[in-house]
């Protein structure tokens, strides 16, 4: 009988306390901060903008000791052990370059940064450093993602046939953000699509063939692409993002005997439901800790790995992060984006 196993994600609030660094203090590193402060022991001691009004603004917000005018300031700080870089990921090479100079440890915002060339740059530095560095891809440290990490180790779903994941938003197209402006990395794939196609990398691993299919905006960032990937197993992936419509942002993996399905968003805190070949039905219980708050999970799980000595995690590595670059790469080269220089 197929049955669904209970997560071993460890509880937030158990990992050692660390100070963290904010840098770049946006929506994602407002949610970050409360998600750390109520579910873990760790604190966000300082935080670094650009504008000293803003690092003195989040500051006053969630109780953060020091504000720093500028990145190298933050880093300079040497009551941070940690760095959460939250800026966009057109910036992420060089503030992780940066954080790491100062031996600080890394959580690097997804996409990790904006090619895999830049991403080898920065994996290169942070391991001759011996710093740890974490991408901060959160699903891969949620429970539901644990529960599923079990059912493919367990071989309970049989031979893994397909996968299917999608992440779409509906935007209006604006010059001025980020989303629409190449020399900011913009498109659909490295802000959303990296959730759909991180998943399948989880899943199946890195893809032998790559076939991507899309469209590009006024500005010459993908708009949309779709991609099915193969696997030297026999098994495929249909991933999809979008810029231009809500979608279901749902997954399945679907193996010979048993499939699981996530509701969406896919990527968060979840049920995960398993449907066995004869119908019968599964579920796990409703996650404790809801929605983005579930970003205390990557906070804790980077703790521990500083506390443990670990330089990288075992439930997402730098060479799979570097991969996940690489594919990412190659679909939007199929599709027309021209890669930032």
Known sequence: MVTLPSPRTPDPADAPPLRWGVLAPGGIANTFVEALHRFTRQRAVAV??????????????????????????LVADPDVDAVYIASPHSHHREQALLAIAAGKHVLVE??????????????????????????????????????????????????????????????????????????????????LGVYPVSYASFVLGTPTRISAAGTLTETGVDRQV????????????????????????????SGTDARVELAGPFYS???????????????????????????????????????????ESPLLGLDETVSIMETMDAMRAQVGVVAPA
């Not at 504008?51 to 190298?72: D, M, T, V």
């Not at 904006?114 to 991408?135: C, F, I, M, P, Y």
């Not at 779709?226 to 979608?247: C, D, I, K, M, P």
């Not at 205390?296 to 980077?302: G, N, Q, R, V």
Request: proline share 3%; glycine share 8%.
């Open 48 to 73: 670094g903008s650009r504008s000293a009004e803003r690092a003195a603004a989040f500051a006053g917000q969630w109780g953060i000791e020091r504000a720093h005018g500028s990145y190298e300031a």
């Open 110 to 191: 997804k996409a990790f940064t904006r090619t895999a060339a830049e991403a080898r740059e920065v994996v290169d530095t942070a391991r001759a450093a011996g710093v740890t560095a974490v991408e901060a891809m959160w699903t891969r440290y949620l429970p539901a993602t644990d529960i599923v990490r079990q059912l493919l180790a367990d071989g309970a779903l049989g031979a893994i046939e397909t996968l299917t994941a999608d992440h779409g938003q509906w935007f209006a197209f604006d010059r001025s953000s980020r989303l629409f402006a190449p020399e900011l990395a913009g498109g659909a794939l490295l802000d």
């Open 269 to 311: 805190p979840q049920v995960v439901r398993l449907i066995g070949r004869d119908g019968d039905v599964f579920e796990s219980e409703a996650p404790r800790i809801p929605g983005h708050l579930g970003l205390c999970h990557e906070a804790s799980h980077l703790a521990q790995l500083v506390a443990d000595g670990a330089t």
């Open 226 to 253: 779709s991609a099915v990937l193969e696997y030297a197993s026999g098994a495929t992936a249909l991933v999809t993002t979008t810029l231009a419509a809500r979608t279901p942002t749902t997954a399945s993996i």
